[in-house]
């Protein structure tokens, strides 16, 4: 299970990827350690090559895997960077073969710092631009990924795969009965009053977890109030979801109706509509 005490936007049944996909993260991220094969560090992208493929004058770039803060490279399959992310966009808005934006997507969300600057920077940025963003589900955005694909000017979901979760966890761990049996007792000594909150030798205690509780509403309610500004919903009705996933061709039905997505589609058909699109406004 995902151990955190961060507030995180992950869909419940991809915790344990999410989980091991930290560990991963962690482990590359040792000095010394080599790159992911196919990934490029951000700093070695240069005017001889693009930071993403262009197929018929929309740049396609990848939301995939984990979603977190700082990745500082673009390529892999197993986790996504909103800092490499803005840089891809960032390229794509002022390249001038580019026409639209594809957001490749398939992510069941990730962590929540960063997440919703990036896509009040993504709306800003199209704008600015003058180029459509199309978020392409290949199969789920959940979660963080889809409060990323609501910055896109439209959503396509394949009927096997879903869209939601527009919520926030935090996870404590209390550990002191293990320790307890290992003959282990642990002595705390700080400094600040809150300075070891949410430590995981004891039990939480009820003012931290009233704290916490507050975080998780208030980045909910955040979260809320992005999509509906993005989709032109209410606020209200989006809080109504209740973080549900609408997955498989009922859910992705329901998701379409309540206007979280505008069309199931395969990603192949739905990437041949932003074609057209963009040939027939252009």
Partial sequence: MLKTMQPVLVAP??????????????????????????????????????????????????????????????????????????????????????????????SGGGIAQGCFDLVDWIVAAKKAAGKPVGAICSEEAYSAAYAIACAADSIAVPRTGGVGSIGVWLMHWDQSRLLEEAGLTPTIIQSGAHKTDGHP????????????????DALRQLFAETVARAR???????????????????????AVRLGLADAVLPPDQAFSALVDHVRDTQ
């Fill in 13 to 106: 049944a991809w915790a344990e990827t999410a989980a091991a996909r930290l560990v991963r993260l962690t482990e590359a991220n040792r000095a010394g350690a080599e790159l992911p094969a196919g990934c490029t560090r951000l700093g070695e992208v240069n005017g001889t090559r693009r930071p993403y493929e262009v197929d018929q004058g929309v740049a396609v770039l990848s939301v995939a895997g984990l979603l977190v803060p700082k990745l500082g490279y673009i390529g892999g399959s197993w986790a996504t960077g909103y800092d490499g992310l803005r840089f891809q966009l960032a390229h794509a808005f002022a390249d001038p073969d580019v026409r639209a934006v594809c957001l490749d997507i398939d």
């Fill in 201 to 216: 030798y004891a039990a939480l205690p009820e003012a931290v977890r009233a704290d916490w509780q507050g975080q998780v």
């Fill in 232 to 254: 032109g919903l209410d606020v209200a009705a989006v809080l109504a979801t209740e973080a549900r996933c609408f997955e498989g061709p009922d859910g992705t039905a329901e």
